[in-house]
């Protein structure tokens, strides 16, 4: 099975800040990766697929780039309700894996 | 609008089964795959398994941690989609959420079931 570690498992930041949220692959997926948002009670959101590609609807402040093994997602201004938890996705090979998840919450 | 609507959750026992229904609208539900997806409580998020469309002879996916317990199935006349979940076990626990696939990737989620396995 493919792993997916993101880091920082938390981060801190303010409003207005750049954050950026990593995820490595244990194993090349080329760039058959996302980013989900996840908010308290709510069901996830599609946030960037393809590793880059940003869904329809999403802010432009959100980024993703990355292929093969490292991936990154990166809010620019961070904005109030961007904080949420973020999970990233492979969807190279069965199994499907999530990452651990990165909680962005407010310093 | 796309909707998935989740039911079927609730409390059984180590041992027991339960199916969880997911009602589609608002699209071809029969144009797409379809995937489940849990969360325990408090945890991330867990791919389950995924069911392809009737072009792909409704073949299926599952997550070794579930293989062999629980089916995946869908009716394409109905827009349902459905999980049987046997032999649960309390790590079973989870939101259980449906979700469309548009291309290879999530596109919608349902709002989520609660399955509880306790006695």
């Known amino acids: 099975d493919i792993q997916l570690t993101q880091s920082p498992p938390f981060l801190s930041a303010s409003v207005g800040d750049r954050v950026t949220i990593t995820c490595r692959a244990s194993?090349?997926?080329?760039?058959?990766l996302a980013w989900y948002q996840q908010k308290p009670g709510k069901a996830p959101k599609l946030l960037i697929y393809?590793?880059?590609t940003l869904q329809s609807g999403v802010p432009s402040r959100f980024s993703g780039s990355g292929s093969g093994t490292e991936f990154t997602l990166t809010i620019n201004s961070l904005q109030p309700e961007d904080f949420a938890t973020y999970y990233c996705?492979?969807?190279?090979?069965?199994?499907?894996?999530f990452g651990g998840g990165t909680k962005v919450e407010i310093k | 609008e796309v909707q998935l609507v989740e039911s079927g959750g609730g409390l059984v026992q180590p041992g027991g089964s339960l199916r969880l229904s997911c009602a589609a609208s608002?699209?071809?539900?029969?144009?797409?795959?379809m995937d489940w997806v849990r969360q325990a409580p408090g945890k991330g998020l867990e791919w389950v398994g995924r069911?392809?469309?009737?072009?792909?002879?409704?073949?299926?996916e599952y997550a070794a941690s579930v293989k062999g317990r629980f089916t995946i199935s869908r009716d394409d006349s109905r827009n349902s989609l459905y999980l049987q979940m046997n032999s649960l076990k309390t790590e079973d626990t989870a939101v259980y959420y449906c979700?469309?696939?548009?291309?290879?990737?999530?596109?919608?989620w349902g709002q989520g079931t609660l399955v509880t396995v306790s006695s």
């Open positions: 979700a469309r696939l548009s291309g290879n990737y999530v596109d919608y």
């Open positions: 608002g699209f071809t539900f029969s144009d797409h795959y």
């Open positions: 069911i392809r469309k009737k072009t792909n002879s409704y073949t299926t």
């Open positions: 194993q090349g997926i080329s760039s058959y």
């Open positions: 393809a590793a880059s």
């Open positions: 996705q492979q969807l190279s090979s069965y199994p499907l894996t």
